[in-house]
């Protein structure tokens, strides 16, 4: 981070703690009376000592005997006990205060995160490890609000009883303030510059346990790829290397951090002597008494202990501030282009779908799509084929406003996709995807995902038409059989029929297939194809398809490569124009026969 970054960072950060000014003011308030209560003890203390150092003088010069009784010290010790229990008082209510203030702070950053993260395009979420994005709004959320309990209340104290000492003791004695001053200044300006490098230092450390956070998340979730490749020493290897990455931007963080207390003692014990030689004199001298010269040493102690917390909070400020960084970082990514919230939602959906010169590039400089034309009829089935990276998801993706043209329109009934709310736009889709997604909920939850106000015989009757329901009335408690990581009780074809009852039961206007019958068994598959046939009748539908028997009867197909739709047209008249299709529909036949 440069400098610029931290000083409008700081300023982000301090604007989003105003939002608490009043509860801060409070803080401060309190820990105002708790430190002068504290700064009040020492002169009370000197109070005492120089009443018994001339009772005693008296008693000597009388020869007498001095008694200490509750009528010469009872008045002090009662308002010392005051005192301490007022500081401790005021101590707690300012902490308590804070640690809502904290709490508050990271809740409404985290609210703010999790509603950017809805509103971020597709392109960040692939652009950026999960891992990574995880680590942003846990670690370093939580690594905002423990410096903010803890720090914030130690700023204040450690300033209010630096400047509230210093009076104190320039009433007792100018010259040993002055003394005691150079002391804390060169131990500010050694604290300033190992500070500079500590907060390089913690934003290197925050972003290597993103990109350690990163990899074990990968580790988990393709726990199953990873063994099957034998790659567990490499994963283990990788895992190694980010950890002894993150050790030594930890150790430097931590080394500059807590170098900084021997240094400032040094200099404060350097200091204190000459303040006790000097204050010594004084004494002798008769300028000071022994109760200001001792009350003055304690001040010393009050001073040197706040510098140094000060500098400790300085530099756990700044790696607050570092964590902050890679928060508003997500906070200033580009999300998608704002919906006209006037444009009516569309009623009594056709599915007539027409791409007009579309022009595309996930990099504007590298175009994958360039004059793409489509008239797609209502009602039609639409297969699109192609070999891997042709851009047949892109395509889909695109029709979804999941990304934004660079060029062109694409329309539905007509009407230009960028002038539909998102919302009402994606409403009009049902998709099943090659790789299926349950959520922790039961089996009736995840089938009316896309319809929660659906009942359960709607609900048994999707399944029914998946050919779903028979497995589901196996299962311990049927519908109400709860999903989950921790306890597999489907397999992979299963949760795909779970997948497609889904999209049955959301009736929508215009279906996408993205291999939805690929990790189901030949005869399943078949029942399931006259499922969805059944389903598609009447509506638009997109069927990307890798086996190319399954489309045979598709209206049209469009054939893809290198982002550009090469061919178009129906099985038959693709076959007889002899292009690539018919050589990758020959393809796959041969292998058949093979």
Known sequence: MTKSTIVATSRRFFKDLMFQKWQLLAVIAFLTIATGCSLAAPMLIGSAIDHISTGVANAVAAKTTFVISIHTMGTVALVLLAVYL?????????????????????????????????????????????GDILSRVTSDLEKIADTLQEGLVQLFTATITIIGAFALMFMISPMLTLIALFSIFTSIIIATIVSEKTNRYYAANQKALGQLNANIEEAFTGNQVVMAFNLQNKMVSTNDRLNEKLAQTSAKAEFATYAINPLIRFVGTLGYIVIAIRGAFSVISGTITIGDIQALFQYVNQVSEPVTELAYTLNALQGAVASAERVYEIEDSLEELPDDQTVPKLTQIRGHVNFEHVHFGYDPDLPLMQDININVKAGSKVAVVGPTGAGKTTLINLMMRFYELQGGKITIDDVDIKTMKRSDLRSLFGMVLQDTWLFNGTVADNISYGRPDATIEQIQDAAKAAR?????????????????????????????????????????????????????????????????????????????????STIKDADQILVMNHGTIIEQGTHESLLSANGFYADLYRSQFATKIN
């Not at 401790?88 to 609210?111: D, P, W």
């Not at 029942?527 to 990307?544: C, E, H, K, P, Y």
């Open 86 to 130: 007022l500081s401790a008082l005021f101590n707690y209510f300012s902490q308590s205060i804070l640690a809502s203030v904290a709490q508050k702070m990271t809740l409404m950053l985290r609210k703010r995160i999790s509603s950017k993260l809805n509103r971020l395009p597709l392109e960040f979420y692939d652009q950026h490890q999960t």
């Open 468 to 548: 779903i329901a028979h497995m589901i009335d196996t299962l311990p408690e049927g519908y109400n059989t709860v999903l989950s990581g921790e306890q597999e009780v489907m397999s992979i074809g299963q949760k795909q029929l779970l997948t497609i009852a889904r999209t049955i039961l959301s009736d929508p206007s215009i279906l996408i297939l993205d291999e939805a019958t690929s990790s189901v068994d030949t005869r399943t598959e078949e029942a399931i194809q006259q499922a969805m046939d059944s389903l598609m009748q009447g509506r638009t539908s997109f069927v990307i398809a890798h086996r190319l």
